[in-house]
């Protein structure tokens, strides 16, 4: 009966749980002591009790280490960005995501307005000294990007002065040297923004510890740690965001410089391709032309 009663116990132990199990295996043997039990059903009870604590105890190690192998970085951001003010933390991946929209469209005007601007200027140079200025002006049209805007403009006014072209070219430069930087604003905005999110979750967050200090009566270290850890955390994600978006925000700038570096020598070989034109004799061709 006693046997019994001590297998059901360890099945019970089982089903719920192996450390469970490990403590009250203990107090199973000491009960069947007390009552006077046989020395041998207490060893056997005891080393069959220790038998399944072990296997289940390896079972449960080797459950626990599975779910960490399967996890990632992926899923130790969303338990910290959990574990952060849904608040501020909300605020902080917002910024996020529309400073990287802004990026993404940027990146993509940029790309689509390279073009091998050597190459299209000897293009452009060919036909003007050949004295097709139509033709030059339908393949200004006909590619993308500012380069060639500027040098349709410049063959507009080819039969004008050559100060004259040179303000227009320099006029429409800066329009669409503009029209290049247009919505970096809003990614500066945003990378200032992410950092000041994050630290001013972190004062409320330190608020809130001291709230806390405050109802408790006493100065309680866990209390003190764990408001602290969830201030920090949107602090650091607030970084995090900033980082990222400075990364991709000098990937834009260096795209601007080059292009703008292509309008501006561009312009001046236009404006050599024009003045060689006007001085071979051919400004009144140009101007009939034009």
């Not at 009960?31 to 399944?52: F, R, T």
């Not at 601007?117 to 339908?138: H, L, P, Q, S, W």
């Not at 945003?190 to 009566?217: D, H």
């Not at 834009?252 to 080059?258: F, R």
Request: glycine content about 8%; hydrophobic content about 50%; aromatic content about 6%.
């Amino acid at each position: 009966m006693k046997k019994l009663i001590a297998l059901c116990a360890i099945s019970a132990l089982i089903a719920y749980s192996p450390v469970a199990m490990a403590q009250v295996t203990p107090n199973k043997d000491t009960a069947a002591i007390a009552v006077g039990a046989p020395a041998s059903a207490v060893v056997s009870d005891s080393s069959a009790a220790e038998l399944v604590s072990d296997s289940a105890l390896a079972d449960a190690d080797v459950e626990e280490v599975v779910p960490e192998e399967g996890g990632g970085l992926h899923k130790e951001l969303k338990v910290k960005f959990i574990e952060g003010s849904a608040g501020f933390m909300s605020l902080v991946a917002l910024a996020l995501v529309i400073g990287l929209a802004f990026c993404i469209e940027r990146i993509i005007y940029l790309t689509l307005s390279e073009i091998n601007a050597k190459r299209f200027m000897e293009d452009v140079g060919g036909r003007v000294e050949a004295g097709d200025i139509e033709g030059a002006k339908d393949l200004c049209r006909a590619t993308r990007g500012p380069v060639a805007s500027i040098c349709y403009q410049g063959l507009t006014r080819i039969s004008e002065s050559i100060d004259n072209i040179e303000r227009s070219i320099v006029s429409y430069g800066s329009v669409q040297a503009a029209n290049l930087e247009k919505g970096c604003s809003w990614i500066t905005l945003f990378i200032s923004m992410a950092p000041s999110l994050g630290f001013l979750g972190t004062v409320i967050g330190m608020v809130m510890a001291f709230e806390q200090i405050r109802l408790a009566g006493d100065i309680n270290a866990t209390i003190v740690a764990a408001g602290m850890k969830v201030a920090l955390l949107t602090t650091i994600f607030g970084i995090i965001v900033a980082l990222i978006l400075q990364i991709f925000y000098n990937y834009i700038l260096s795209k601007i410089e080059h292009i703008t570096s292509q309008m501006e020598e561009s312009s001046i070989t236009l404006l050599d391709t024009i003045m060689k034109y006007k001085l071979a004799g051919n400004g009144q061709d140009g101007e009939k032309n034009a």
